[in-house]
């Protein structure tokens, strides 16, 4: 399966239906995880090698254009699900849209890896690595584009029945997260279902063991979460302990049977999939304290790295104070936050974090009051009084010019 449209054709497909502002635009291009010796970069080569990761095949999608049925359908996401509402997803037309997560491809490579299984017999192992894009708060953690890395292993029944056998011996492995309200498929043999979340987990736990050695950290403790996704049963995340707290890294699962009908492969058969949030990772890995620094083109940034010091960690090369502002408003019809969040991301640079502080409603008018707070923090200096107050008078104008009522 081909993608449907490149980047270059992306103006002439932008219809009245599409919500993709020009910055988001401007994302498309910077292909990060391209870009010899960038810390993404980094990360992915390091997870994607030996002995991080053995026997996967990598493959790099460049363009971001999907079809809906790719992103949501083929993956079994149902059909009122919020992801799928413009307000959390990027659309170029009803049909086609930006992926919002490397998943858009999974059955085209699970089509084409089981063609592959045939001939060989072998159980396949890949990795899809790429930008995705979603409609996001503002903060230093999130950012409306990021990348991620998706994996599955597709076993073999011959396999599973091998490293069974191989186990016979042992005390018989029973996951305790698995259960009814985190249950194995039915058409599932209940046993090659737990042998392969018994070797997933072993081969995820093993990855981050891989990557922390690799960057010559500490082995975080980690633990597993039942949870549920749209395309898997049973389903698990991944946390680590950093610093303190809980970090979710991952989330994976058994593959659901339709996702693999959707592919052209028997719902019978045992398949594994898990997804690896590389800006965050990469971040951790680094100590970058925020998600906008990957994307600077600042040469203090980018010039920390370089043939054989690419893994060193992130050296701070300012410590601006930030600028607060607040703005107040009526709450809109049919309000949505991420609609703010993409004017004031479009408008006003150098924003750090958008938070609401206040809500209140007003019982005669029966209208709901609320207030957030912008802060304002450059990376590579400090930000004026008069500068700051050019930004948030153009985030005002082009909000009231949507209707904003302000108070």
Not at 232 to 255: D, N, Q, Y
Request: charged share 20%; hydrophobic share 35%; glycine share 4%.
């Amino acid at each position: 399966m081909s993608l449907p449209h490149t980047l270059s054709s992306l103006p002439k497909l932008t219809t009245q239906f599409s919500n993709i502002p020009p910055r988001i635009l401007a994302f498309l291009p910077r292909k990060l995880l391209t870009i010899p010796h960038h810390p993404l970069h980094t990360t992915l080569r390091i997870l994607t090698s030996p002995p991080t990761t053995n026997g996967y095949t990598l493959h790099t999608p460049q363009s971001p254009i999907v079809s809906t049925y790719m992103n949501f359908d083929s993956l079994n996401t149902p059909t009122q699900h919020p992801a799928r509402e413009k307000a959390d997803s990027y659309y170029i037309s009803e049909t086609l849209m930006l992926r919002t997560h490397t998943s858009a491809h999974q059955t085209q490579y699970i089509a084409q890896h089981a063609e592959i299984a045939k001939s060989t017999g072998e159980t396949q192992k890949f990795l899809v690595a790429a930008d995705v894009y979603r409609r996001d708060e503002i903060d230093t953690t999130h950012s409306p584009a990021f990348h991620q890395s998706e994996g599955v292993i597709m076993f073999q029944k011959n396999e599973l029945q091998r490293q069974i056998a191989e186990r016979a011996h042992q005390p018989e492995h029973l996951d305790e997260q698995i259960s009814k309200t985190n249950p194995i498929q039915e058409q599932h043999n209940p046993a090659h279902a737990r042998e392969a979340v018994r070797v997933l987990k072993a081969e995820l736990e093993s990855m981050f063991i891989g990557l922390f050695k690799a960057y010559k950290l500490p082995i975080p403790s980690m633990r597993w979460l039942p949870t549920t996704f749209p395309f898997t049963s049973p389903s698990f995340e991944l946390e680590i302990l950093h610093e303190g707290k809980w970090i979710e890294m991952l989330g994976c699962g058994v593959t659901q049977g339709k996702v693999l009908a959707n592919a052209g492969v028997s719902p019978t058969d045992t398949v594994v999939a898990f997804g690896i949030g590389l800006d965050r990772l990469t971040m951790l890995l680094y100590d970058i304290p925020d998600i906008r620094l990957l994307w600077s083109e600042d040469e203090r940034f980018l010039s920390q790295w370089s043939q054989g010091n690419d893994m060193q960690r992130f050296v701070p090369f300012s410590n601006n104070p930030p600028v607060d502002r607040d703005i107040s408003f009526w709450m809109p019809p049919e309000w949505q936050e991420n609609d703010m969040m993409d004017i004031i991301r479009e408008k006003g640079k150098d924003i750090e974090v958008v938070e609401k502080i206040d809500q209140w409603t007003d019982p005669r008018q029966k209208r709901t009051s609320l207030t957030y707070r912008i802060r304002y923090r450059a990376m590579g200096r400090n930000l004026t009084n008069a500068e700051v107050n050019q930004l948030q008078d153009a985030i005002i104008d082009d909000l009231a010019s949507k209707g904003y009522e302000f108070r």
